[in-house]
């Protein structure tokens, strides 16, 4: 598969070229699926349904497409499962986020890597953010920085996640930006988002790394300070002020995408009638108003792009769990 990759690549986007050509995007006829590798109720849930949902509102499906649930691994059995048995189903795509590329990156999906499946695409993003109390002393990220900097073991920074989660990643490239070993990082591990933001609240932390999205309520409660968004631009609405990592000198982006892979063997055809449905999908403003609802900004990356994009995104995950003795 991997030899082919180059020959594929560019043949497939000619195929994409003559699908638009065909006149935009057909309702697919026969019965769709979609993974999401968890239980029921989580992020991949909702990733899933924001295709499904989506597809059939918009008329891209005419069929209601299945969502079938497959946790373990946090990913790995479901990426185990297309890879070695349904390689190929053109009707099968399987719900991925930024946590599926870290675990990749952590050998964590025993072995197969990230080069294995198809990259379809992103639909959606969140973005980390980098939160203290409203009555923390730090009024913006350089003076969190700076304390960091002199007392690196004495402000506890805490997120739902272990250390080499995605939530854990945010803080170490914060620091790492700043020039502070993320080796160095006082981390505590918390079961959820909402059990580390009450931690905050309540004092036993200094510093969350959460995601713009789950902040909104404690905006408006004027509990909280966001000392920068990790996203490449600000966000509009309740997040116009929050500035991001970048604007204040340090060149970090964290977002949480909502994306799919299909299997490695699916044909060009089958891909990038995806490819194309997904991007009539991501321009239908019927779309925008399901992706607002559930607490995404948008995201339209798609082929090729959105495969380049996942590969880097691991590499750089890699380096990192490198330097701190993460790498399987």
């Known amino acids: 598969m991997k030899i082919n990759k180059a020959f594929r690549h560019c043949s497939g986007l000619a195929l994409l070229g003559s699908l638009l050509l065909a006149g ?13 590798p968890a239980k029921p109720g989580g992020g991949y849930d909702l990733t899933c349904r924001l295709a499904a949902n989506g597809l059939q509102e918009t008329g891209l499906i005419d069929k209601p ?3 079938s649930y497959m946790p373990g691994g946090i990913g790995a ?3 185990n499962h297309v890879n070695g048995v349904r390689t ?6 399987v719900a991925a986020s930024t946590g599926a590329a870290v675990n ?7 072995q197969y890597d990230a080069t294995e499946v198809r990259w379809l695409g992103a639909l959606g993003v969140d973005y980390g953010a980098i939160v203290v109390n409203a009555d923390a002393p730090w009024q913006n990220l350089d003076e969190l920085m700076a304390d960091l900097r002199d007392n690196p073991g004495e402000i506890a920074f805490g997120a739902g996640g ?4 995605q939530d854990w990643m945010k803080a170490a490239l914060t620091a790492k930006a700043a020039d502070i070993s993320p080796k160095s990082l006082r981390y505590v591990a918390f079961e959820g988002g909402g059990e580390a933001l009450a931690a905050l609240l309540g004092d036993h932390i200094q ?8 902040l909104k309520s404690q905006l408006e409660s004027g509990k909280i300070r966001v000392l920068a968004a990790l996203s490449e631009e600000r966000m509009n609405g309740p997040y116009a002020e929050i500035p991001t990592a970048a604007e204040q000198g340090y060149d970090v982006q964290w977002p949480i995408w909502r994306g799919y892979y299909m299997g490695p063997e699916v044909d060009d055809e089958a891909y990038y009638t995806w490819v194309q449905r997904f991007t009539a999908l991501s321009e239908d403003p019927k779309f925008a108003e399901l992706r607002e609802a559930r607490g995404l900004f948008p995201m339209s990356r798609f082929g090729p792009d959105f495969d380049s994009y996942v590969q880097e995104q ?4 890699k380096a990192l769990a490198d330097e701190v003795g993460l790498s399987q």
């Open 77 to 79: 059995v479901a990426y």
């Open 162 to 165: 272990t250390i080499g989660s």
């Open 104 to 110: 990749l990156a952590l050998g964590k999906f025993g």
């Open 65 to 67: 497409m299945a969502v």
């Open 314 to 317: 691991v590499g750089e995950f």
């Open 88 to 93: 190929d189903d053109p009707n099968l795509i």
């Open 24 to 36: 935009g995007a057909q309702a697919q006829s026969d019965s769709t699926e979609c993974i999401a």
């Open 207 to 214: 510093v969350f790394t959460g995601d713009l999205s789950e």
